[in-house]
């Protein structure tokens, strides 16, 4: 059954999975002007009814049904809102009143599962392509809690989280958590049963990867062979240079393998991803418990692009790809050093495919 089919056979799930789509913008840094003793379910008694509702029959019950486009503010204060809350997070969003109207009290919760990493490996492509789920929602964008923000606290986490209703999976993406020192514990201590999914790719082709990005945004960088590498030549390499230093994935494993048992970690292969995603996908919605919605129906391969792309999505209805800063053409580098730097990483390599279990089939 596609996502599509499912929707229309649960308007509920339908509903909420687009009334998000605007909620989703308000994980940008704003403060939720609702006092701390709110609860964090939505209160839909003080806003008045909204003006188009087309009625549906559901089954025995008649159920009213909220046009996903055009719905309108109520508030004709909206420009003076200071803190940028979108209106569907708002209390009394008809949404919201919907659900409430049929029993179901959307709230927001904490994580119970986070795409730690690692950077530049698919991590995006991971989180759109789950979120396809009817019983996954996701935050829109990085949230960074455990790594810049923790001293914000839980409240503030979960402020940032998407509403649910029951049965639904939270979900929240920050690639730099894998890397980061303190964030295994600090995951630990928010909930010792979070599932962690960690996609992972080749550490020379990522760490280009890395390099492409860092120097899209600045036009006088460095070569690759010259930050790589130490006094000019390929003999000594740059292990304090980030885009080096994060493929060593054992080491940071370590870490996160003091806190939680292997089990509760998913390693997902980022050179799949690409050339089968569903078969990945399959994997992670068994290991999230869910249902196989999401299957290559949902998918289709840009040639142009070279990438999977998907015919609709949370944010698009039209076939789209997941965008430009996302596979990127990688310049050339030198076959000396990149020689020289699976050489370098073969022993950690080695050493992460004994600690997971699984062998990437890395070059
Ligand atoms: P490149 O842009 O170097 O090719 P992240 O989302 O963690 O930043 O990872 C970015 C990488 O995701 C891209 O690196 C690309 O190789 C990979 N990727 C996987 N699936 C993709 C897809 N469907 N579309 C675009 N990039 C994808």
Redesign the pocket.
């Known amino acids: 059954m596609s996502t599509n089919e499912q929707d229309e056979n649960n308007p509920l799930r339908s509903l909420l999975f687009s009334a998000d789509l605007l909620s989703d913008s308000s994980t940008t840094e704003t403060t939720n002007p609702r006092s701390a003793a709110d609860s964090d379910s939505v209160n839909v008694a003080t806003q008045g009814a909204p003006e188009a509702f087309k009625l549906w029959n559901h089954g025995a019950s008649i159920v009213r049904v909220v046009p996903l486009s055009g719905i309108k503010s109520n508030n004709n204060n909206d420009n003076n809102n200071t803190h940028n809350v979108p209106q569907a997070a708002a209390d009394g969003s008809p949404k919201y009143r919907f659900l409430r109207q049929q029993g179901l009290r959307p709230s927001r919760h904490l994580p119970d599962t986070l795409i730690i990493g690692v950077?530049?490996?698919?991590?995006?492509?991971l989180l759109e392509f789950i979120r396809l789920h009817p019983d996954v929602r996701a935050a829109g964008c990085e949230v960074h809690f455990f790594d810049r923000h923790y001293q914000r606290g839980l409240r503030w986490y979960r402020h940032h989280m998407p509403y649910t209703i029951e049965g639904q999976i939270t979900m929240e993406k920050t690639?730099s958590y894998f890397v980061t020192k303190d964030v295994p514990q600090r995951v630990y201590q928010m909930n010792a049963s979070t599932k962690l999914l960690i996609?992972v790719r080749d550490p020379v082709t990522r760490a280009?990867?890395d390099y492409?990005?860092a120097a899209s945004k600045k036009s006088d960088m460095k070569r690759f062979e010259d930050l790589a590498f130490i006094n000019g030549s390929f003999a000594v390499v740059d292990t304090t240079w980030g885009p080096v230093k994060i493929g060593v994935y054992s080491r940071y494993l370590e870490k996160w393998l003091k806190y939680f048992p292997l089990s509760q970690l998913l390693f997902i292969s980022?050179e799949r991803?690409?050339m089968d995603?569903a078969y990945e996908i399959g994997r992670v919605q068994d290991f999230l418990g869910l249902k196989r919605v999401v299957t290559e129906k949902h998918f289709y391969f840009n040639a142009t692009?070279g990438?999977?792309?998907l015919f609709k999505s949370e944010a698009r209805s039209t076939p789209h790809?997941?965008g430009k800063?996302?596979?990127?053409n990688?310049p050339h580098i030198e076959e000396a050093a990149i020689e020289r730097l699976r050489e370098f990483y073969r022993p950690f390599i080695n050493k992460f495919y004994q600690m997971t279990g699984i062998n990437f089939a890395w070059p």
């Open positions: 950077k530049k490996s698919g991590t995006r492509a690639p996609v280009i990867s492409t990005q980022g991803l690409i995603p692009k990438f999977p792309c790809s997941l800063t996302k596979g990127r990688h």
